[in-house]
């Protein structure tokens, strides 16, 4: 009986390479290895219809994930050059973690720390305080104003006081009718 070697019981012992492994052997040995995975390893393909090895499903970033990437705090002190590295950082940690971009203001203001976060959120509460629709761009000020209830959790703290704060945001030609239809969510405009 031949010994076994590696690539199978009829492959021929080679003295000089006692493991065969040429790259003829080892582009073999992957071939052979998806063929097996492409079928149920018996040769019959699957009845499921799909590869599963081929199959990537997209699942959405949730902050958890987020933090794995470990992204730098800031808090304000370390200067353009901190500023700097923690802006790439957060591109670099935005893109490994495949957060979506209604998500990244929120998860990047998570990692401001002391005086930077204060700051910031001051300059989003202001902003919000004097949200306004620009020109007729109902869209832009509603995705906007949404983005900024998300990170100004105390500013807007119930639906009632989002609707109101909404409202004062629409030019007058529309919030009289607006007002009119008495909305109870945002969802109903």
């Known amino acids: 009986m031949a010994p076994t070697?590696?690539?199978?019981p009829n492959t021929p012992i080679n003295n000089t390479n006692p493991n065969n492994m040429t790259p003829e052997s080892i582009q073999a040995m992957i071939d052979q290895t998806l063929l097996r995975n492409a079928t149920n390893g018996d040769g019959s393909h699957s009845s499921h219809g799909d590869n599963r090895r081929?199959?990537?499903t997209t699942r959405p970033c949730f902050y958890a994930d987020f933090m794995k990437c470990?992204?730098?705090n800031f808090k304000g002190a370390?200067?353009?050059?901190?500023?700097?590295?923690?802006?790439?950082?957060m591109e670099s940690v935005?893109?490994?973690s495949g957060c979506a971009v209604e998500n990244q203001v929120k998860f990047a203001t998570c990692t401001l720390l002391g005086a930077a976060a204060y700051g910031e959120i001051k300059k989003l509460e202001i902003e919000l305080w004097n949200l306004k629709v620009k020109g007729n761009d109902i869209p832009a000020y509603t995705e906007r104003?949404?983005?900024?209830?998300?990170i100004c959790t105390k500013f807007v703290a119930n639906e009632t006081e989002k609707i109101d704060k909404y409202l004062s945001g629409?030019?007058?030609n529309i919030y009289g009718n607006v007002k009119a239809a008495k909305p109870k969510t945002l969802i109903d405009y």
């Open 78 to 89: 370390e200067g353009v050059v901190g500023l700097t590295r923690w802006i790439e950082k």
């Open 5 to 8: 070697t590696r690539g199978g």
């Open 145 to 150: 104003f949404q983005e900024l209830t998300l």
């Open 94 to 96: 935005f893109n490994i």
């Open 170 to 172: 629409l030019p007058d």
């Open 54 to 56: 081929n199959v990537q």
């Open 70 to 72: 470990q992204p730098l």
